[in-house]
């Protein structure tokens, strides 16, 4: 770029104070240069990981350092005017506790639990949202707050979040969310692989080899993953046994009062995720497998079943130097990587270019 | 870029020929504009199809149309010297019948049998290229000729050269080779998806769902796919009841002459190809799936046991628009996308820069 062009835009990244001055850098001789460093309190981010039962809400920096946060029950099955209505209630509120105005909001970023077409922002025959199916999402929830809205599936958006925030030099990752249902986002070249309908990662349905092959899933096939090693499947034969237990989270609460038959679930279940992770590790290669979940927080009894069979199965060239760890992230992970979402889109040179038009 | 810096390219490019004057274009207002063609003539590229019993080797030009070609049988456990230097020798009677010289080779591309890593282009463990571990195949082959050599697994260079041929504009696709052994290999954004150890699309020793599960592969586990549906397990059940056969290409005799056993067992072995796809599918979200190698010459009997378990196991919005087809560049295939490697690496900007300096 001409100089002159280039000292037009520093102007306006300055005025806007997306940039800031850093200090004096070393001369090279001539004029001595000036450096500038990226301001991430210049602009503030939306975010909200909505799940089936429960919602978190945050506003961010351009970092994604979490600036204001909620965390409550919510009912997905309560259809989108409702949920989305207390959702813009919850970004209005929030953003005044920042002290920031909408002015300096650069977007809103909205994970949600099932299928969503990322192009129009709108779920596309989620099972678990019943009068969600084609709505307007981001166009809603746009209009309502003057902002633009980035919509993707809650298993995705913990990927962005995951590898943004704990691992950006990984190039391929899987992760894998073990809830009361089981998903998955793929990242490769570091970018999300979203795949032809926006449909890659949904990995509650494969069939898994082996054991459980006659258990019969809600979606009219038997043997899937969700249906064998999912949290809503290992709480249903904990009561069998007779403990109680409704959630993913009780399986876990057994797991950690080191209750028998509960561990002994949660392990064979990490077998089960396993064994269909080894095809998957074959097939793509990850250098990194992240687990999350509430299931996640059984920890090590999880992970050495899901470490078994991959190990066992998977083609030892491919699992070479594989991690496959817990996210380290946690409960956050979505709600980070729904604001990366929209980071990510302001921070786009496009994006930039039309700010400073 | 200046005025002069593009005359001076210009002049560069048609001093080599890479490009020729195509007629004027419309005016528009000032001194007429001359438009210049890609010229595919401009440069040969070198390419090899390295399989365990046969080689394909052709020289095309910079479009990869086949200028000059030979099929033969070899012997890849004769080990890389004996190959190589047969492929050396090939290379040069190939290139001097197409009346061009070794000045005007842009590259090789060479496939083979086996994993390579694609950065060292060297083998990696090849199960069935013994004495190839480790070789330095793109230096071997580039000290002798004097040109650059890239080298990749045989599968990969298949998907290269189906999507750069039939399907350029498919973002996301899969190409699986069914010949002895079964492979795929991962188109992604339109570009191959090698993963972290260039291992991705190895799914030959992916455990089949249900049926097999006892079957003993040579790697050690049970239930792998090539053990079950690869043309070397299929010959092997057709001379079980009776039949001659000894390759996949046997296999494929015997359905065209409508042998009862074969097409059950081709259509079997399609089932299960598909109860593996259905898993990828959901994973992966492709486009197209293609299928390829010698069995896909059993034509639609492999393909309708493909589409019967990839429809019915797959997440519905991920099979809405997937096509699943069989190649076709067929035979080709593999050497088109071995030129297509070269043609790659010598029209990339660094390149060009390089040759124009």
């Known amino acids: 770029m001409a100089r002159s062009t280039v000292a037009l835009r520093l102007d306006g990244l300055l005025e806007r104070q997306w940039i800031v001055p850093a200090g004096e850098s070393v001369s090279s001789g001539g004029r001595p240069a000036v ?3 990226f301001n991430p309190e210049a602009r503030i981010a939306l975010a909200a990981d909505l799940g089936a039962m429960h919602a978190r809400v945050a506003v961010t920096n351009l970092a994604a350092g979490v600036l204001a946060e909620r965390r409550t029950e919510i009912a997905i099955a309560d259809g989108p005017e409702k949920v989305l209505g207390w959702l813009v209630d919850t970004f209005t509120e929030l953003v005044s ?5 909408f002015d300096e909001v650069s977007g809103a970023g909205i994970g949600l639990p099932g299928p969503v077409s990322y192009a129009t922002g709108r779920p596309v025959n989620p099972p678990i949202m019943p009068g969600w199916d084609g709505f307007d999402v981001s166009g809603w929830v746009g209009s ?4 633009r809205v980035k919509v993707d599936n809650d298993v995705n958006i913990m990927a962005i979040g995951e590898h943004w925030s704990t691992s950006p030099d990984t190039e391929h990752m899987i ?4 809830g009361t249902g089981i998903g998955s986002g793929l990242i490769t070249e570091h970018r999300l692989h979203r795949g032809a309908q926006g449909a890659a990662g949904d990995i509650g349905h494969v069939r898994v080899p082996g054991e459980g092959a006659d258990v019969v899933c809600p979606c009219g096939n038997s043997g899937c993953l969700e249906a064998i090693a999912g949290g809503g499947a290992l709480a249903a034969r904990l009561r069998e046994s007779g403990l109680e237990a409704r959630h993913a989270w009780d399986v876990v609460r057994h797991v950690r009062a080191a209750e028998h038959t509960a561990v002994a679930l949660v392990r064979q279940a990490g077998r089960e995720v396993g064994d269909v992770l080894a095809s998957l590790v074959s097939f793509f290669n990850p250098n990194v497998i992240v687990i999350g979940g509430e299931l996640a927080d059984a920890g090590e009894h999880l992970l050495a079943g899901v470490r078994e069979r991959v190990y066992s199965r998977s083609l030892p060239l491919a699992t070479a130097d594989l991690e496959v760890r817990v996210s380290r992230l946690g409960e956050q992970v979505g ?3 729904a604001a990366v979402l929209v980071i990510e889109d302001a921070l786009a040179p496009d994006t930039v270019d039309r700010s400073l038009a």
Chains 1, 2 share one sequence.
């Open 97 to 101: 506790e920042t002290g920031y105005t």
């Open 35 to 37: 450096a500038f460093a």
């Open 144 to 147: 309502r707050l003057g902002v």
């Open 335 to 337: 709600v980070i990587g």
């Open 175 to 178: 992760f894998v969310k073990i």
